[in-house]
């Protein structure tokens, strides 16, 4: 098998895009062939951001043509209007296999069930892919200009692993690249795995509180945990996914043994502003 995609210059989003095929068992072993030479690409069994072709049936992935403006909303509506950026050669990949990808990630002796599986989907792009996907394209990720500029993030790290444009050095690029896949599955790896063991389960106690809300005072406003956790996100996504909108006032939690403390609600998870003040 072989997974085709540009040489020269590599970028994040061919380098994750390759590193999650590699994960899947019918590209395990796959060579990656690094080349604009489409005499050498039409016998590639999948090809990533190069070719100008974006054709799910004939595996063709590349993002770079005019009339191309597709997102992950575009791709799977079903996941509703948020996702608004252009995706990139990774999002593509992503969109087509990222819960595959996911299913070869997660710890074997408790799967996800396939509920959970489509809420780490989303969270993997909104925490990484979403990212990649706007530095390639272009996509500001403010309309206005911002104050300072971020300029350690992954799409970065990978970028400077390019050979300086006036190094006198003989440097192997394909190698080069295969340090970039560690790079970048290290990130990838941590980020499903902290979705999995870290951020879900905090989901499922805000949930699991939320559904008992009544039974902890009838106003149904008030929410009870056992201990200090990471709250706020969840509570705001699965109002608005239960349908039962910004009524929660407060949050009691046990902070430490026999300590409890009450911690107002407030307008949005990182805002300093109230919906009630205490």
């Known amino acids: 098998m072989k997974i085709g995609t540009h040489d020269g210059v590599f970028h994040c989003d061919e380098v994750l895009a390759c590193c999650m095929l590699k994960r899947l068992p019918e590209y395990e072993d796959a060579d990656i062939i690094r080349t604009r030479d489409m005499t050498k ?11 100008a072709v974006f054709d799910h049936s004939k595996k063709r992935y590349d993002h770079h043509q005019r009339e191309f403006n597709e997102t992950l909303s575009t791709l799977k509506p079903e996941l509703g ?3 608004k950026v252009k995706l990139s050669s990774a999002g593509l990949v992503y969109a087509y296999y990222g819960e595959r990808v996911i299913r070869t990630v997660e ?58 444009w006036n190094s006198k050095q003989i440097i192997n690029v394909d190698e080069i690249f295969k340090k970039a896949m560690d790079l970048v599955l290290k990130e990838f790896l941590y980020t499903v795995n902290y979705s999995i063991s870290v951020w879900l389960p905090a989901r499922d106690f805000v949930k699991s509180a939320l559904e008992r809300r ?65």
């Open 81 to 83: 209007e948020r996702y």
């Open 214 to 278: 009544f039974e902890v005072h009838g106003s149904g406003q008030i929410l009870e945990f056992t201990e200090r956790f990471p709250w706020k996100e969840h509570l705001f996504d699965l109002e608005t996914e239960m349908g039962i909108g910004h009524e929660i006032k407060y949050v009691l939690f046990n902070d430490k043994p026999k300590s409890w403390r009450i911690q107002a609600v407030p307008i949005d998870p990182i805002s300093f502003v109230l919906r009630y003040v205490v």
């Open 107 to 164: 710890p074997k002796d408790a799967p996800l069930t396939d509920e959970n599986l489509k809420v780490i989907y989303k969270k993997v792009y909104e925490n990484l892919i979403e990212e990649i996907d706007g530095i390639d394209n272009g996509v500001p990720m403010t309309k206005e200009e911002p104050l300072y500029k971020i300029r350690t993030h992954l799409s970065a790290q990978v970028g400077r692993l390019n050979p300086e």
């Open 41 to 51: 690409l039409i016998d590639c069994d999948i090809v990533v951001d190069v070719g």
